[in-house]
């Protein structure tokens, strides 16, 4: 796996995209752990089915009506889900997921005032709905009355106060973190009333304050900077803490007093499995049901287990193509962008250089998110167009040559990028080979990030082309999380956030030097409307822009695969495998009897 050096940054991208998606999982087996979790699996199993009681000694039996009256159909309750734990988790600390494994326990064992649903869109929890002051610096936001934390004790909004200022107060090492500082004050002026006070009108609040609420009871007085959650473990999740055995396993038992209704299921077990292929051969016999899998053992899968529920999701972060729009760079003129974009037939090259894992994209926001607004360009490869391109911009073919020339000066240009990505590397030269049948010459420039690529998002911006990605880790930049996710993408491509100088010391992200008007105009509205689909129209021609104007030509985001049984299902239908978010409704979940 590559390195991961990360830019001191208030912002949640990170140029530093690792080839692997998922958490490689441990050299090594289950080991003695995993015989110790399969017969804990065993004894769930074969308490899944609620014993009937029996008639008390010396009370005879209520005779059956002779006409039952009618009844509501009886929901499907009982059974235990177990999930694959590709790594133990030993520390828990319950607004910092690092890994996948942590993002899923937190997600059943707490609850925030907002939640994502499967599109990934902000929906009331704790908050059963809020308002916002005209100028948008103050929400107050009504919480349920239902809510209770694990020991019986009721959610107040002193819970709430109590979370938000311990972790405004927490160094700011995170975007999470540093998103909560836009926080001026946060109070509560009754049991079922916050009011959180802003620096300025910020839409993106909504998707923080899915932080997990946290008793103020159990947790007062503690640091929450040395907190291992798993000392205190009190949320108001639809799940519980049941058992915790290092190394094996985490069993979780249903909240019977979950506002939302207790869950169907009695029980979901992690069971901790760092091999994928052991993960796998589990998922085939039923000791697991449900794995997320490193991208060739989830391929194999679906082609040899058509018993099983198969799907993918796509990786939080995506790579791309990027220009260096400055004035005297080549690749300033749209019309070479333009004519190098009509060149890559995109769906072949990502094919062929990610093994068929990626997935071609059309903007920065998450596939299948209710930001993808706009989706990957449907033109084809248009070569003659292309080189009319160049010839109207005035790169012209000598008579006797191959590569292009303007005013004395040949059409080359370097291409950036990661040595130690294999996958990269590939696309870069099936880039650069694409470009050679328009006269364009595109050097591969494979280089270490370190000590070469990194140089080049900072002043003096010198590269004409680099493939790079983002991960979008909020919770923990270097890991990309879906925990607190938001399309916003101001950072990336609003003209305020292009270095100025050499006065200027702000850790700055767009580094292509992007500026459009109407661009900016429209990011700055998204991060301020707070009605979504005002916002999500904001989003949209933000978005129309960028793919109109190419300062990004955007190539893919990785697929992640995940597994289930064809026993699992919900109240809603099918469990939808393509969002990551696809526990969003687990209280609704349950086990059929077949297979």
Same mark, same amino acid.
């Given at each position: 796996?590559?390195?991961?050096?990360?830019?001191?940054?208030?912002?949640?991208?990170?140029?530093?995209?690792?080839?692997?998606?998922?958490?490689?999982?441990?050299?090594?087996?289950?080991?003695?752990?995993?015989?110790?979790?399969?017969?804990?699996?065993?004894?769930?199993?074969?308490?899944?089915?609620?014993?009937?009681?029996?008639?008390?000694?010396?009370?005879?039996?209520?005779? /059956? !009506?002779?006409?039952?009256?009618? %009844? =509501?159909?009886? &929901? +499907? @309750?009982?059974?235990?889900?177990?999930?694959? $734990? #590709?790594?133990?988790?030993?520390?828990?600390?319950?607004?910092?997921?690092?890994?996948?494994?942590?993002?899923?326990?937190?997600?059943?064992?707490?609850?925030?005032?907002?939640?994502?649903?499967?599109?990934?869109?902000?929906?009331?929890?704790?908050?059963?709905?809020?308002?916002?002051?005209?100028?948008?610096?103050?929400?107050?936001?009504?919480?349920?009355?239902?809510?209770?934390?694990?020991?019986?004790?009721?959610?107040?909004?002193?819970?709430?106060?109590?979370?938000?200022?311990?972790?405004?107060?927490?160094?700011?090492?995170?975007?999470?973190?540093?998103?909560?500082?836009?926080?001026?004050?946060?109070?509560?002026?009754?049991?079922?009333?916050?009011?959180?006070?802003?620096?300025?009108?910020? /839409? !993106?609040?909504?998707?923080?304050? %899915? =932080?997990?609420? &946290? +008793? @103020?009871?159990?947790?007062?007085?503690?640091? $929450? #900077?040395?907190?291992?959650?798993?000392?205190?473990?009190?949320?108001?999740?639809?799940?519980?803490?049941?058992?915790?055995?290092?190394?094996?396993?985490?069993?979780?038992?249903?909240?019977?007093?979950?506002?939302?209704?207790?869950?169907?299921?009695?029980?979901?077990?992690?069971?901790?499995?760092?091999?994928?292929?052991?993960?796998?051969?589990?998922?085939?016999?039923?000791?697991?049901?449900?794995?997320?899998?490193?991208?060739?053992?989830?391929?194999?899968?679906?082609?040899?287990?058509?018993?099983?529920?198969?799907?993918?999701?796509?990786?939080?972060?995506?790579?791309?193509?990027?220009?260096?729009?400055?004035?005297?760079?080549?690749?300033?003129?749209?019309?070479?962008?333009?004519?190098?974009?009509?060149?890559?037939?995109?769906?072949?090259?990502?094919?062929?250089?990610?093994?068929?894992?990626?997935?071609?994209?059309?903007?920065?926001?998450?596939?299948?998110?209710?930001?993808?607004?706009?989706?990957?360009?449907?033109?084809?490869?248009?070569?003659?167009?292309?080189?009319?391109?160049?010839?109207?911009?005035?790169?012209?073919?000598?008579?006797?040559?191959?590569?292009?020339?303007?005013?004395?000066?040949?059409?080359?240009?370097?291409?950036?990028?990661?040595?130690?990505?294999?996958?990269?590397?590939?696309?870069?030269?099936?880039?650069?080979?694409?470009?050679?049948?328009?006269?364009?010459?595109?050097?591969?420039?494979?280089?270490?990030?370190?000590?070469?690529?990194?140089?080049?998002?900072?002043?003096?911006?010198?590269?004409?082309?680099?493939?790079?990605?983002?991960?979008?880790?909020?919770?923990?930049?270097?890991?990309?999380?879906?925990?607190?996710?938001?399309?916003?993408?101001?950072?990336?491509?609003?003209?305020?956030?292009?270095?100025?100088?050499?006065?200027?010391?702000?850790?700055?992200?767009?580094?292509?030097?992007?500026?459009?008007?109407?661009?900016?105009?429209?990011?700055?509205?998204?991060?301020?409307?707070?009605?979504?689909?005002?916002?999500?129209?904001?989003?949209?021609?933000?978005?129309?822009?960028?793919?109109?104007?190419?300062?990004?030509?955007?190539?893919?985001?990785?697929?992640?695969?995940?597994?289930?049984?064809?026993?699992?299902?919900?109240?809603?239908?099918?469990?939808?495998?393509?969002?990551?978010?696809?526990?969003?409704?687990?209280?609704?979940?349950?086990?059929?009897?077949?297979?």
């Amino acid at each position: 796996m590559s390195s991961r050096i990360f830019p001191v940054s208030n912002s949640h991208l990170s140029p530093v995209h690792s080839t692997p998606v998922l958490r490689l999982p441990l050299r090594r087996l289950f080991g003695v752990s995993t015989f110790v979790a399969i017969a804990l699996l065993g004894v769930l199993v074969a308490c899944g089915a609620p014993e009937q009681p029996a008639t008390p000694a010396g009370v005879s039996p209520m005779p /059956a !009506p002779t006409t039952a009256p009618p %009844t =509501a159909t009886a &929901l +499907p @309750r009982g059974g235990n889900l177990t999930i694959r $734990l #590709a790594a133990d988790v030993a520390e828990l600390r319950p607004w910092h997921p690092r890994t996948r494994g942590e993002e899923q326990l937190i997600a059943l064992l707490y609850s925030g005032l907002t939640r994502l649903d499967g599109t990934l869109a902000p929906q009331p929890d704790l908050a059963a709905g809020w308002t916002a002051s005209a100028d948008g610096r103050t929400i107050t936001l009504t919480l349920r009355h239902d809510a209770v934390w694990h020991d019986g004790q009721p959610v107040t909004a002193d819970d709430v106060v109590f979370t938000l200022n311990e972790l405004r107060a927490l160094e700011p090492t995170t975007a999470l973190l540093a998103g909560l500082r836009r926080m001026t004050e946060v109070t509560a002026p009754a049991t079922d009333t916050v009011v959180v006070r802003l620096d300025e009108r910020y /839409a !993106p609040i909504f998707s923080l304050l %899915t =932080a997990p609420v &946290l +008793p @103020r009871h159990a947790l007062s007085g503690r640091s $929450l #900077a040395d907190l291992n959650a798993w000392e205190a473990p009190v949320g108001s999740g639809p799940f519980r803490l049941e058992r915790r055995e290092p190394g094996t396993a985490i069993t979780l038992a249903a909240n019977q007093s979950f506002y939302r209704g207790a869950p169907l299921l009695d029980r979901v077990v992690f069971v901790v499995a760092p091999d994928a292929q052991v993960a796998a051969s589990a998922l085939q016999n039923g000791q697991l049901l449900l794995a997320e899998l490193p991208w060739s053992e989830g391929r194999a899968l679906t082609e040899t287990m058509p018993m099983l529920q198969t799907g993918a999701y796509a990786e939080n972060g995506y790579y791309f193509l990027a220009f260096n729009l400055r004035p005297n760079r080549i690749f300033s003129d749209l019309r070479l962008r333009e004519a190098l974009a009509l060149t890559i037939d995109l769906p072949r090259m990502i094919r062929e250089a990610t093994n068929g894992q990626g997935m071609i994209i059309g903007n920065s926001a998450a596939p299948g998110s209710w930001a993808d607004l706009t989706p990957p360009s449907t033109t084809t490869v248009d070569l003659d167009r292309a080189r009319a391109l160049l010839d109207e911009a005035g790169w012209r073919l000598p008579s006797d040559g191959v590569v292009r020339q303007k005013d004395g000066v040949t059409l080359t240009a370097q291409l950036f990028v990661r040595a130690d990505d294999p996958r990269r590397v590939r696309a870069a030269e099936l880039i650069a080979g694409a470009a050679e049948q328009i006269g364009m010459d595109i050097v591969v420039q494979p280089a270490d990030f370190a000590t070469v690529i990194r140089s080049k998002y900072a002043p003096p911006y010198d590269f004409d082309m680099l493939l790079g990605s983002w991960i979008n880790g909020v919770a923990d930049p270097t890991f990309g999380d879906y925990a607190y996710y938001d399309p916003d993408d101001f950072a990336l491509f609003h003209s305020s956030q292009i270095n100025q100088g050499v006065a200027d010391t702000r850790p700055v992200l767009n580094f292509v030097g992007f500026s459009d008007p109407v661009y900016d105009d429209q990011a700055g509205a998204a991060r301020q409307l707070y009605d979504l689909t005002e916002r999500a129209q904001a989003i949209r021609r933000a978005q129309e822009r960028v793919a109109l104007l190419r300062p990004y030509l955007f190539l893919w985001t990785d697929r992640l695969p995940v597994a289930c049984s064809a026993r699992l299902t919900t109240l809603d239908g099918p469990i939808n495998l393509a969002t990551p978010n696809y526990l969003w409704n687990i209280e609704r979940w349950y086990v059929t009897g077949e297979g």
